[in-house]
């Protein structure tokens, strides 16, 4: 997770709202990566579904089933989709969202009756750091814009 | 939907899943695409995933608020999500999804409380043509696996 919270910093050097996620294999970082909606110009572009293209072309297959994913926040309903579709093994993420996760916070995506794939949830590594970085983005965010 | 029927259509030729999706802005079509998982080898490279950035690359902003997406099925829960990150103005689909359906079918990601985007939903264009493709699809891979 300190990986991830390393690209939560990446991305708002970049300007981007700070969120990281890695993807571990064999206990090797496959992909690492984080948000660029802002830079690519790209609603899909969130840290998850970055890294886990990478990792699933890192491994040559859509199936990421040995795979663990570490993310700074519960992924919302888009990302933890694609953790099902991807069949990815495990999710961790360090904060529930109670507005917009989507394995457990907002909705549980990975309680599905019919779907064929439910990940492992660990949840609440390093929340706190992970929280507040989050949270003074925006803040400074709010507070950049009302001088403006 | 007819233009999304075609994209469908190209994915089978290129032996993906007979999913087809196009973004319209202004009457136009800004974005086509079909599945490429297989071809990408990419779990998130749904038609839906590829048009949405396809268009906001085009519009030049991540919020397509003033676009339709028109799918062949019922967009699973992460293009589902998508549907809802881009802020899409409405989503047109052809039959619902009763196992994996993000909009209704099996989950209702629209309906989230505290989402701050709600797209407007239309379903039942072209339904029985889109439902028979995907349904054939499955078929002969069935019979192909079977004799293979």
Known sequence: MQHAYNEAIS??????????????????????AHNKTRTQNDPT???EMIAITIAANHIGD???????????????????????????????????????????GAISLQSLELSNHKPKIVKGTMQEECR?????????QRLGSQKS
């Open 11 to 32: 991305a708002w050097i970049a300007d981007e709202v700070p969120i990281g996620a890695v993807v571990v294999h064999d206990e090797n970082i496959i992909a690492s």
């Open 45 to 47: 572009a969130h840290a």
């Open 62 to 104: 859509w199936r990421l089933n040995e795979c663990k994913l570490f993310v700074t926040k519960e992924p919302c309903p888009m990302c933890s989709g694609a953790t099902i579709m991807s069949r990815i093994g495990e999710v961790h993420f360090s904060f529930e969202d109670p507005k917009m996760g989507g394995l457990g």
């Open 132 to 140: 507040s970085l989050l949270q003074a983005f925006f803040q400074i």
